[in-house]
């Protein structure tokens, strides 16, 4: 392996050399990209490296994918593949095929590459022959424009693979890397939005597959969309200890809430494979589907599925387009039948342990890169539907309006009143509508919501109870009715000590720290639903811009996460030699 350092030092010759292998007997590749050195990250590259593919001229994307050889066909037959496509071959079990199944593949082959004109080409990491098989019979059906954009993007994908072999790179920087490619699939054009089973969130499900498999983890998406990659360890019989977090994100979200807790993992564990580590446990790497509540006002459901607590009627839920929950993920091939065989079983469980921006200033300003976390606070969330009356906007006298929107305004104003003062506890409304509503007309309906949150479950629930009374003291005096709907309660969930003991560990002896900083989390995570199967452990790392968080602005230094990364690896290298 060489590093990207310096890769992107070598004389061009060189350069163009070492990548040989990632582009099959194609130097042209890389020639194309030497003077856009140097590069920041592995993954940079490797998109500078596809750009150069995407703006090559026909002939020459044919003649790329021709390059290829076919899967268990003729060339590796005579063993005249090259070591790269040799070794993938091989993965996947296509060295030891049944004389039925070489049969089938070489009828499949020959059809295909009489319709295309060009060999079948396929990322084959992550499949089986029988996968193999299927995808090819699936993709004789496409046309042949759509065909060749697929086998581009496979290339792409092997190109990616290849490159995660032969080159290494600082883990904070790779790990920054990885958070902004994911961003780059989102609903909106500016910004990050990555809702519930959109066509960016599988996207995205998709790109985190790849770096599972990159990091040579086995992995499967199951019934909700959760992405599981396993490292299965020496002799670990079923033993299993849970990290990860979601690849949701809210609306015009940051880049780290949420993905930095798997991509991180995946980083660390890409580095101790390569360095021939075994853990005496299996790991088990979990992109949860959905974390935020952003489509269907109910969170949790990525980790409520992994825990047996995902509830079925759910399913009923519609999001704001009138789509039922159950209608989504059959649309996305997903069985929702079979979202309770996602639940994990508890007997195999170590822990759950999730990394995640802090979401908050704590740690700036005390000047750590990491923290320990304590607890996770607890909250009430629901919609109160305030219903008034409407009226013409010019001829109703202010006395003798019953003004929804009015209403509400004093609600936001109760909310912050009662939440402000009291330490740990916070109150939000964070959407207020006036459905339908227009400039000339008096409000007469009006829907907002209500978060309560606190590290103490009583002060949480004393604020809940007077704040709803104010609503209907507020909705009494204005003429108004009002509907509440509850849409969370969680009670505040607290860290295992000895997992926080771990992590204070691990962060003195990874980072140098004598004194790790301990702290509650205001937000919540997929780790407070993990607790009530496991026991449950978190580290922060440090958010920058002032702890800005659900903002385009949230951030986080390469440093940091590396120093992070260092952490965590400790935290799975003691843990393994307990
Ligand atoms: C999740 O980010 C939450 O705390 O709302
Ligand atoms: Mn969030
Ligand atoms: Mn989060």
Known sequence: MISLEKLNALPAQQFVTTLAGVFESSPWVAERVVSARPFASVLHLHETLCAAVGSATLDEQLALIRAHPELAGRAAIRGALTPESAREQEGAGLAACSPLEFARLQELNTEYSQKFGFPFVLAVKGHTRASVLEALAQRLGHGPEEERATALREIGRIARFRLAELLTEPLGVRII???????????????????????????????????????????????VGNVVGRW????????????????????????????????LPLAVVADLRRAGVRLPFTLSIVAFAEEEGVRFKLPFLGSRALTGTFDITALDSVDGG??????????????????????????????????????????????????????????????????????HAGTVPMGARRDAAAAAAEIVLAVERRCSGTPGLVGTVGELQVPGGAMNVIPGHCVLSIDIRADRDEARKAAFVEIMAEVERISAARGVTFEWRKVLETASVPCSARLQRRWAESITRAAGIAEPRHLPSGAGHDAMVMAGMTEMGMLFVRCGNGGISHHPAESVTAEDADVAAR???DFLLSYAAR
């Not at 990050?192 to 086995?218: K, N, W």
């Not at 007997?347 to 759950?352: A, D, N, P, S, V």
């Not at 539907?385 to 409407?390: C, E, R």
């Open 177 to 223: 890397a990885m958070a902004r490619h994911l961003a780059r699939f989102s609903e909106d054009s500016e910004g990050l939005t990555c809702s519930y089973l959109t066509s960016a969130h599988r996207a995205a499900a998709a790109e985190v597959r790849d770096f599972m498999l990159s990091a040579g983890l086995e992995v499967s998406i199951d019934a």
């Open 232 to 263: 299965g360890g020496a002799d670990s019989g079923e033993a299993t200890l849970v990290t990860g977090s979601h690849y949701d994100t809210v609306v015009n979200a940051g880049q780290f809430d949420g993905r930095l807790g798997i991509v």
């Open 322 to 391: 009138g789509t039922s929950l159950r209608q989504a993920l059959t649309d996305c091939g997903h069985d929702p039948a079979a979202i309770p065989s996602a639940a994990l079983d508890p007997r195999t469980l170590l822990g759950f342990v999730e990394v995640h921006i802090e979401q908050g200033p704590v740690l700036l300003a005390a000047g750590m890169p990491v923290g320990v976390v304590t607890s996770i606070a607890g909250s009430i969330r629901g919609v109160v539907t305030i219903i008034g009356s409407s009226g």
């Open 567 to 569: 952490v965590f690896a």
